[in-house]
Structures are given as C-alpha cells and as structure tokens.
C-alpha cells in the first residue's frame, strides 16, 4: 500500500470536505418516524438555525448524526459536540487526552449506542457507556486522519483515511489486493449498500464500485458529470445517487449512468457535498448553493417561510422522529421539521393580512382577512374585495341554507356570487356598518349581528324585530341557531342571550357562565351547548351552567371557540394556542368524576401554528375534508382530524451522577463513595421538535417524600444525602402537557463511613449501656458518703438559716416601705404629667370632630400632645421626648412648659420660629453641648399653626410628618431630619415651613412612632409608617369616634401577646 503525502489532504480536506450520511438510524422504541411529508410545500415546513450565539462552539459543522439513546452529534473544526435540543456539550483535546487535535470529519452511530468518530490527526475513536477508546492499536495510525466511513454488515468498518483504505475489524486492520490500485487515492466518500456493494467517491478521480472481489470504474466517459465525488446516497429502489462537483447522476446497482440531472430548475447543482433518501423515498440533496427537493420528478429550491436560504452544506441526516438536520460549513445547524399544523400565507399565495374568518367547502376556503376576501382553490389563491379600510374589513364568512354566501364586513354586509351581489348598510336601516356575524334559524330566517345591535333580513331592508328591540343598543359577537330552534346571542360584556321565539331570557356570569364577553358557541350531537368566553370554556346542559378555567389544567382562561370534530373530540381555539381534549373526558372532569382533564394536547408554534397563536375573536372552521381551518396573524394554519394527533413517546435519559470526587455514568446502579456532601443527577429528553418546552418531574425514593416539579431543569440536586438505598425516578411531559406514563428509574446507594453502619451504632449503644451500668453503681456509692456527711451539716446550718430568715424578714419590711415610696413618687409624678396635659375634651371644645389616642408604655410617658388658642389662631403640637417612663416624663414636663412660655408668654406663633426657639431654650436649660458626656436628649416634633383669619395651615416638623387628607387622596408632609435639643442639630437651626390654605384640608393627623414601631402579627415584625397611612386612609371616612375605636382595636390585634414597645400617640382634627 503506498503511502498519501498526509499534510496535502489535510488542506484538501480543509477545503473541500464533504461527509453524507445516506441511513436513519435506529428508532427508539414505540417513537414512529414521522419524517416530511413530501406533499407539503417547502415553505410549509418549520426550521429552526444554531449557530455560536445559541451555544454551538463554533458555526463549521462537518457531519452529524444521531445515537439510539437520542442524542444527536456534530463533528467539526472545533470537535465533537453533543446535543439533546438545549445544551451542547463539547469533546475535544482541551476536554478528553484521547484528542490529539480538536477536528472532526465523519461520524457513525451503530445499533448498540456506540459512536464512532474520524478525526483529525487522532485516528478512529468509538464512544460508548461515556467512555472514548481509540480503536488504532498502530502508533502511526493513532495520529492519522480519517475522513469517511462506511459499516458493513459484519459490523466492520471501511475507512478512507490519510495513510489510504483501509478495512477495520476486532481482529485487525487490513486492505484488500484487489483494492491495492486505489489505497492511496484521495477519498472522499464511502458507502455500502443494501447488496453489500462498496461504492468509493475519490476527490477528483472518479467512482468506484467493489463487490465479489471486483473492482469497475465509473467515470466522465461513462456518463457522470463530473468525476469529483462529492456524496452517495442509495435510493429505495436501489439505484445509487451520486452527487458531483457538478451534477447528479443516478446509476443502477450494477453501475450503469441512468440518468444525469443538471441545472434543472430549483436543484442545486454545485458541490453536491451531501444527499438522503428519506422514508417516503425524497431525495433531498444538499450543496454550495442550497438545499433542494426532489419529488415525483420535480425538483423545488428550499427556501423558508421568512425567506432565508440553506448554503454551504456539508451534511445531511434523519433523526428518530424523521427531522431533517443540515450541517453547513460556515452557518451552523438547520432542523427542518413537519408541523401537524400546515401554514398557508403569502408564500403560499395569500395577499398578507391578519384572517379573521374562514369557511372550507368542498371545493373552496374562503379566507377574510383586515384587507378583503381571498378564495383558495386547487387552482390557486383569488383575492377579491382587496383594498384598505374598513369596507374592506371581513369579520365572519357563512353560507345560508339558500346557498348565499355572505361576507360580514366593517363596511356592511355584503351578498356575494364571485362578485358583490348587494351590500346592506345603515341606508337599508343598520345602525352601523361593523358587522359582526350572521346566522340563519330553523325558521330560514337570516340575523345579523352588529357593533350596535341585532337586526334581521328582510328582503331588501334591515329590520330590528320588536322581540328583541332590547338588543338594538348591544355590542354582538356571536350568533348561534341550535338543533332546537333557539337562537343565541353572544355579546361584548352584556353576557348571553336566547330567543326562543316567544321570549328574550337572559344570562350573566351569576347564572354560571364563565365570564358575561361571549364569543362563539358550538353544539355537540347531544345537544350540549359549548361556548367560549373571556373566564374559560362553559358548557350548557339541561338548564346547567358548568365552566372549565386554568384552575382546571386548562391552558388559558381565554376561548375564542369551540368546536367539535366528528370522532367527538373537543377543539378550543384560544388566545395562546389550541388545545384538544375527547368529550367524554371534557365532561367527566365537569361532572366532578375525575380531578384532571384526561388527553389534553396543545398545539403552538411548535406544531406549525403560524405565528403561534391564533387571531383574537376570529372564526375558525372544521371543513367537509376533516380538516380544522385556524386563524392566524400571519394567515392560517390547517391540520387533519383524521390523523391520530396522540403525541409520540418523549425518550428520557439519566446521563451522569456527579458527586464530590468523581462522575457516574448514568442509567446502571451507582453506588457513591462515603462522605459525600453534594450529589447532582445530570438528566434530559429527547424531543426535538419542542426541547424548550420539555418539563422535568422527579422523585429520589426514600428521600423525596412527594415528586418534584423542575420545570425545564436538566439536574437534581441533593446535600449532605444519608447512607442508604435510593431509586431515582424520572418523568417527563412534552409540550403538548402529556406526561410520559412510566417514569425513568435507576438505583443510588450512598456508602456510610464505618461509624454510620448499624453495627457500629448496636456496638456503641451497648457499650453506652455497660458504662452507664458502671457510672450508676458508683454513682451510688458517692451518694450514700456524700448523704451521710450532708445529714451532719443539716442540723448545723438549720440554726444558721433560722437566723437569717429573722434578718431577711427585717430588710422585706424595709424595701416594702422603699418600693411604696417610689411608686407614690411615681403616681404623683403621673398627676403632675396629666394636669399639665388637655384634656380630650378641651381639644373637642375647638374642634367637635377630633380624637386622642393616648396609650403609654409606663405610668408616666415620654409622649405629650400640647395646644393653644390665641384668637383666631390656634397651635396644636405632638411632641416624642427622649425615652419613656420617668426620663421620658421629665423632658415632657420640660417640652411643655416652654411651649407654654414660648406660645403663650412670648407670643410666638410660626411653626419654623416655634421650633428654633424651643431647640434653644432646650439647649440650654438641659445644658448640653458637644464636649458633653451625658446622655444626649431631645425631643421629635409635628407641630401646626391654623390661623382661622387668613384661613391658612402652617407646619414645621422635627423629624415627625404632619398627614393630612385633602378630600380625595392622604399627603404627607414629611419634618426636618433634626431633632429638638440634639447636640447633632446645629444651634441656630432653621426649620422649613409649610403653609397650605384650610380649603384645601379636610383632616390632620398628627403623631408619635410608638403606633409604627409596635412589634406583631403572625411574624413578630414592626406595623410600619406604611401600614399606618394605610389604615389611616381606610378609616378616613368614617366618624371619629369610630377611628379611635378601630385604631385601638387594631392596635391591640396586632400586638397580641407581645409587649408594648413605646408610647403610643395618636391625634386626629377635622377641619371640614
């Protein structure tokens, strides 16, 4: 075999590498592939793009492909990435030593989970169990290339690599003779088919074909476009397609040209680095220029519902759930994906605009959109009535029993024949033109609802029958006509309306109804009334109202409409999404026989819905075809009820346990080594149509003692976990909120340290017993020794306690007189306080609707309320003196005499100059200065000034606010953040005043922070300022003497058994 000068391929590759993948894998169990259904255009399809700024380490992908437990790979540049459709996890010579260099080229996933990797410079590696093995025994071979692969069916491997071909097996590495002529070519791509055939791609040399120990050529000369191999790929019928620097060819198995194709419209004919076959037998080939579909003969450029185009491909593969998945050189990962919904918008030929109203016939849907009326047929979309404004603006579409069709528009209702019959306005006796909807009775007769009103047809004029002349005001949304004659009548706010033809009943949210904004309504073939509201789905039943919300599982409160398919299943279109439950389940949860909505799936933008949720208060339809027609922002969306939309089974997957010193592989019993602190059980699930939308739920049995809801978190976290055998149990639920039916288990035993076991525990417990046996009888012994000594010193001291009882007795008698002493001081001191203080009723006497609530914490208080009136003025104070108790009455004593003297004798009234002189004479009568070493005492002041002649209030506050109620809303007026008498306030202190006119104020509030500091409720905390201008704002309104009465009671409430903490000062005026 000759050797290939590695350093020229490497750049070669570097260029122009191109790996195919031309197999699916193995399908989990019970997971159909659903694969892309060639039907639909390929705009209809949903892709979705990774690129570095969603985690992949670097936009180069080379190849990929999926391993059977569900996890999908990429090899590249940057190394080999593992992805479960949320995070990348990434393998390379920074991470794993096996990696002598980061690239990877190919990639192959075998029937038992093993992963099989060529690489750059690092020879063929496998990964299996979490485990990487180079499978290169050859030091050479080690750090060799390998750049495409191909097993056979022996489990063997064919492997084109920069030391040439070569055939890998267990027992060795070997080339045929028979292929020594081509060893050495530069080979870009391998396959072998379902004959056993080996096909071999060179880069610029042609194919090759080996079976039966025979080697043919197949090149220019015989008919391939170009003998730059790009990729393989075998078709079902079994012909090979051949992908070029410049065409398509497809071959027999014996490799006959059958066929060439090149610049075919919409097939991609540069590079051709990559094709499939998927299982409907699409051709999907991928190149420099895109990707392109090839179906039934015709070719279609992929280009998606946004406009952007798939380049540069390197690869292409199936997953389990028949996504399609591109690898490119310079642009990521593209997933395309078939959505149970299909989308129909401007692509598909709609003009654009919100629909608001379909109607599927036979042969036809009429769409209604914001700009006019399109009709798609099997010759394409028309568009009719197209043009702004409101005349333009269809809200509902219905066809009557006569085989009129007609259009509800912002602009009246319209007749229509393919063209616009007859149009009724507010000229033929509407009140508006904003026509809602239309429904005829069983009588044939025609309604009309409106903006402003119900009508009814009547040849060519608009009437409003007298029944219902009650309506003619009401905003209409819905009308309905049941199987018994009745007509109901929907309306915006005014709740829901029946006609019976003699009489006009009427029902709200009181009778039931989930909410009194009716939209539309439906009736099942039992005659049961569904209908959708703003508060949930409600459902009418022998006279019964019965509603289901969000409380029930339900994924939103908001239904558009109802509607029923013929397999008696319900469908709601709703504000987020669309949701689908059996009926019999529906009404089973209704009739309180079952606790959850059994068989609830949802649908979103996940399963096609364009832009992923429906339009609000549009008319959605289930057609004659079986199939559900949705309104959407960007157009509609489509699925068939006759496909069986149960949901596919969602793979899980433990991956590793991680504890303090080491990782577990995942899946198998773990046992963890003694002493471990934390343990974290890294988990996933495999739905890559949705990842993001997955939900975790776990349990650790033995631990957990309920199942945990981790919503999309991929990890379980536990501390300091107890020696012991656990099993941990793993749920998942898709996006569609169906949880998977068994859940995921494996087993954990956390190892104990020696002195955790039950040995060591009975070993210690009995050696507890025997020394406690030992202590106690000797214990005994210094008892009975001690007991006689002690007996001794009885009869001793028992003359000595005699004696002193007699003394003590002396010195109670003595601190009785002292303690009565004190506590007349304390009384008298109480009766000096209250004659200094007004009395409430001398307050009452100025103002008639006025309170005090004056609690304090001790006898005597540290709070004192003051006021004066001197003519038309009058000065009303609440004044926090330094501490409670005695302290806290002598600075009170001392406050109110020199607002006394400073009020009454000096004649100062201004609440600014009051307080600058009250903080002097403080001062000074306290002597307090900065060098002082004593206890700094001061005093917290609200103070306020009515002067009744120039019908104003002033206030000036020392660090307390004044709260007044103006008659609408509570202000506060917050004081300067000085105190009076504090060696911190400066000397000369200037306060700030303000003054407001008394029209303006209809009651003042002025206070202490003993009520705000009080300690309570159920957690022991603090009322807060907040919480008391809040109870304050509640009681405004109500009499005074009702406000004392509610703030003591609410005081008292809240303090429960806890102490009071300060003095408590409340005064309340009404200046109204």
């Not at 939900?695 to 003692?705: K, P």
Request: hydrophobic residues 35%.
């Amino acid at each position: 075999m000759r050797e290939i000068n590695f350093l020229g391929v490497l750049l070669f590759l570097l260029n122009l590498t191109s790996i195919s993948v031309g197999q699916i894998p193995a399908a989990v169990a019970e997971s159909p592939s659903l694969g892309l259904n060639p039907e639909k255009r390929l705009t209809q399809y949903l892709v979705r793009n990774w690129t570095v700024e969603e985690g992949l380490p670097r936009n180069n992908v080379l190849d990929g492909t999926q391993t059977t437990d569900g996890y999908i790979w990429f090899g590249g540049f940057a190394g080999l990435v593992r992805f479960d459709g949320v995070e990348f996890q990434v393998f390379n010579s920074q991470s794993d030593s096996v990696f002598n260099a980061d690239g990877v080229y190919t990639l192959h996933a075998d029937a038992q989970n093993r992963l099989w990797i060529g690489t750059q410079g690092s020879g063929l590696l496998r990964y299996a169990q979490g485990q990487f093995q180079q499978l290169f025994t050859d030091t050479l071979l080690q750090q060799a290339s390998v750049f495409a692969m191909a097993p056979d069916a022996n489990g063997s491997m064919w492997l084109s690599t920069s030391r040439g071909l070569l055939h890998y097996s267990e027992t060795g590495i070997t080339v045929p003779d028979s292929l020594e002529s081509i060893a050495s070519k530069r080979i870009r791509e391998l396959l072998i088919d379902s004959q056993g055939i080996l096909w071999i791609g060179t880069s610029n040399e042609g194919l090759y074909r080996y079976g039966d120990e025979q080697l043919t050529f197949v090149g220019v000369e015989d008919g391939l476009p170009s003998e730059a191999i790009y990729s393989l790929s075998e078709g079902i019928d079994g012909h090979m397609w051949v992908g070029t620097w410049n065409g398509l060819a497809r071959l027999s198995r014996e490799g006959e040209v059958l066929s060439v194709q090149q610049n075919s419209p919409g097939q991609p004919t540069r590079s051709l680095d990559a094709s499939l076959i998927d299982q409907h037998g699409t051709l999907w080939v991928g190149g420099l220029e895109g990707l392109g579909r090839y179906h039934q003969g015709e070719w279609k450029q992929f280009e998606s519902r946004v406009g952007f185009q798939l380049k540069e491909i390197s690869t292409l593969f199936q997953d389990q759930q028949g996504t399609l998945w591109a690898g490119t050189y310079r642009h990521g990962i593209w997933q395309i994906t078939d959505g149970r919904f299909s989308g129909y918008s401007i692509p598909e030929g709609l003009s654009g605009g919100v629909v608001y109203a379909l109607l599927a016939e036979e042969d036809a849907v009429y769409i209604g959109t914001e700009t006019g009326l399109s009709v798609l047929t099997s010759e394409g979309v028309k568009d009719y009535l197209q043009g702004e404004g409101s005349q333009h603006f269809v809200r509902d579409i219905q066809r009557d029993s006569r085989g009129q069709l007609w259009l509800c528009t912002y602009g009246g209702l319209v007749a229509w024949d393919g063209y616009e019959k007859k149009r009724y306005t507010t000229q033929n006796g509407f009140n508006t033109n904003q026509i809602r909807t239309l429904a005829e009775d069983t009588e044939g007769n025609l309604w009309v609802g409106t903006r402003v009103g119900l009508f009814q047809i009547a040849g060519d004029s608009v009437v409003i029958p007298p029944e219902v002349a009650e309506l003619s005001q009401t905003y209409i949304l819905s009308l309905f006509s049941d199987s018994r004659g009745h007509l109901w009548i929907g309306t915006n706010g005014s709740g829901l309306y029946r006609w019976d033809g003699q009489k006009l009943l009427h029902y709200t949210q009181a009778d039931g109804l989930g909410n009194n904004f009716i939209f539309r309504l439906e009736e099942d073939e039992t005659g049961t009334l569904w209908i959708g509201t703003t508060g949930g789905l409600t459902r009418y039943q022998k006279g019964q109202f019965a509603t289901l919300t969000r409380s029930h599982g339900l994924p939103s409160n908001v239904a558009f409409q109802p509607l029923v398919d013929d397999f008696q299943r319900l469908w709601v279109i709703t504000d987020a999404n669309v949701w689908m439950s059996p009926l019999r389940e529906v009404n089973r949860l209704l009739d309180d026989k079952v606790e959850q909505l059994a068989g609830l799936q949802t649908f979103d933008k996940y399963d096609g819905l364009l832009g992923g949720q429906p339009t609000g208060v549009s008319v959605s339809h289930i057609g004659p075809d079986n199939r559900l027609y949705v309104c959407t922002p960007l157009g509609f969306s489509t699925i068939d009820l006759k496909t069986d939309h149960v949901y596919r089974h969602t793979p899980m997957q433990i991956d590793r346990v991680q504890s303090d010193a080491r990782d577990y592989q995942g899946g198998g019993p773990v046992v963890v080594s003694p002493g471990n602190r934390q343990l974290i059980i890294h988990y996933t699930a495999f739905d890559y149509y949705a990842p993001q939308a997955l939900r975790f739920s776990y349990q650790l049995e033995g631990f957990d003692s309920e199942w945990v809801e981790a919503g999309g978190r991929r990890g379980a976290i536990y501390t300091n976990l107890p020696p012991g055998e656990y099993t941990f149990r793993l749920k998942v639920a898709s996006h569609d909120g169906e949880w998977s039916e068994e859940p995921l288990t494996m087993t954990i035993e956390q190892e104990a340290w020696f002195y955790q076991t039950d040995g060591f525990k009975f070993l210690v417990f009995f050696l507890f017993i025997g020394v406690g046996v030992i202590i106690h009888y000797s214990r005994i012994r210094l008892l009975e020794a001690h007991n006689k000594r002690l007996s001794q010193l009885v009869t001793k001291r028992t003359h000595m306690i005699e004696k002193q009882k007699e003394a003590i007795a002396g010195q109670a008698k003595m601190l009785e007189s002292s303690y009565v002493k004190i506590n007349d001081s304390i009384q008298y001191a109480r009766r000096i306080q209250d004659a200094l203080l007004p009395s409430p009723q001398s307050l009452q006497h100025i103002f008639p609707e006025s309170f005090i609530l004056y609690r304090p914490k001790d006898v005597v208080s540290g709070d004192f309320y003051w006021f004066e009136q001197i003519g038309q003025t009058v000065v009303l104070a609440v004044v926090d003196c330094t501490g409670h108790g005695i302290p806290g009455a002598f600075m009170s004593v001392l406050g109110n005499t020199l607002l006394t003297q400073i009020v009454s004798q000096q004649g100062i009234l201004h609440p600014k100059a009051i307080l600058r002189e009250l903080h002097l004479q403080t001062i000074m009568h306290l002597q307090q200065d900065d060098h002082s070493d004593q206890m700094q005492d001061g005093m917290d002041v609200s103070l306020v000034m009515m002067d009744f002649e120039k019908k104003t209030l002033s206030f000036a506050g020392a660090k307390r606010p004044l709260l007044y109620h103006d008659g609408l809303d509570f202000h506060v007026l917050k004081g300067d953040r000085y105190s009076i008498g504090s060696v911190d306030t400066q000397l000369h202190q200037e306060f700030k005043e303000h003054t407001l006119p008394l029209s303006q104020i209809r009651q003042v509030y002025l206070f202490s922070d003993g009520y705000a500091d009080q300690f309570g409720g159920e957690k022991g905390r603090k009322f807060m300022t907040k919480k008391f201008y809040s109870l304050l704002d509640q009681l405004s309104e109500k009499p005074w003497k009702a406000q004392l009465q509610e703030l003591e009671t609410t005081w008292l409430d809240w303090r429960g058994q806890q102490e009071q903490v300060d003095d408590i000062l409340v005064v309340g005026v009404s200046l109204s």
